[in-house]
């Protein structure tokens, strides 16, 4: 089993900025891929970003490409979504989501979930 536990949400002003962290704790394995997902009010979940164990390999939603940053930390079990020059339409509850194997965008693939954070951005 494996627990996901996301921070950093809140409200921010277009063109602000917010970082997201999401802290994996239990039986993690070291060929893990880490993925950020929302969902706004009204809408269909989406993928936003993965990360490969390594870092050394990630993949973005073309709505967000250039303006947000995924990383991780390892020895911290942790990833983080680095967001900058945010727009209203990023308003949506934020998750963090892990599988292994692979790194692909299909959110069906991704085996456990946190809980989500709310990232509000006004105008």
């Known amino acids: 089993q494996v627990h996901l536990v996301e921070s950093g949400g809140g409200l921010v002003q277009a063109g602000g900025s917010l970082r997201l962290s999401c802290a994996a704790s239990?039986?993690?394995?070291?060929?893990?891929?880490m993925g950020w997902f929302r969902q706004a009010p009204g809408k269909e979940r989406e993928f936003v970003s993965a990360?490969?164990?390594?870092?050394?390999?990630?993949t973005y939603a073309a709505s967000v490409r250039g303006r947000f940053t995924i990383s991780r930390n390892n020895a911290k079990n942790t990833v983080y979504l680095q967001m900058s020059s945010l727009k209203p339409e990023d308003t949506a509850l934020y998750y963090c989501?892990?599988?292994?194997?692979?790194?692909?965008?299909?959110?069906?693939?991704?085996?456990?979930w946190g809980q989500g954070t709310q990232v509000t951005v006004s105008s």
């Open positions: 989501a892990y599988k292994v194997g692979i790194m692909v965008s299909t959110e069906s693939t991704y085996d456990y």
């Open positions: 990360i490969s164990w390594s870092g050394g390999v990630t």
């Open positions: 239990g039986r993690t394995f070291g060929t893990n891929v």
